[in-house]
Nanobody, 124 residues
Framework: QVQLVESGGGLVQDGGSLRLSCAASGRTFSSSGMGWFRQAPGKAREFVAAINSSGGSTYYADAVKGRFTISRENAKNTVYLQMDSLAPADTAVYYC?????????????????WGRGTQVTVSS
């Protein structure tokens, strides 16, 4: 069993930055593909970014490409999401997810474990 705990969310102004962290328990983190997803009020959960187990491959949704950066520190069992140039449209609850496979994926259903989420609010 893997437990994921997100942190780093909050209120930020338009154009600001935040860095989200996701701390994972368990010995399998270094072999797990990881992803970030988000869900805005009244909308479906959507893919944001993903990273493979080694950190050598990443993938981003078009909406965040060039503004967000996903990274990981396997020694600390932590994955990060650096968010720059934030806009009100980025307001959502952000979720961290882990899968048993080492590969990255943008598909939510392939992830086996989910955190409870952290709220990000961008004011205009």
């Amino acid at each position: 069993q893997v437990q994921l705990v997100e942190s780093g969310g909050g209120l930020v102004q338009d154009g600001g930055s935040l860095r989200l962290s996701c701390a994972a328990s368990g010995r399998t983190f270094s072999s797990s593909g990881m992803g970030w997803f988000r869900q805005a009020p009244g909308k479906a959960r959507e893919f944001v970014a993903a990273i493979n187990s080694s950190g050598g491959s990443t993938y981003y949704a078009d909406a965040v490409k060039g503004r967000f950066t996903i990274s990981r520190e396997n020694a600390k069992n932590t994955v990060y999401l650096q968010m720059d140039s934030l806009a009100p449209a980025d307001t959502a609850v952000y979720y961290c997810a882990a899968r048993k496979s080492s590969a990255l994926s943008r598909v939510a259903v392939v992830y086996d474990y989910w955190g409870r989420g952290t709220q990000v609010t961008v004011s205009s």
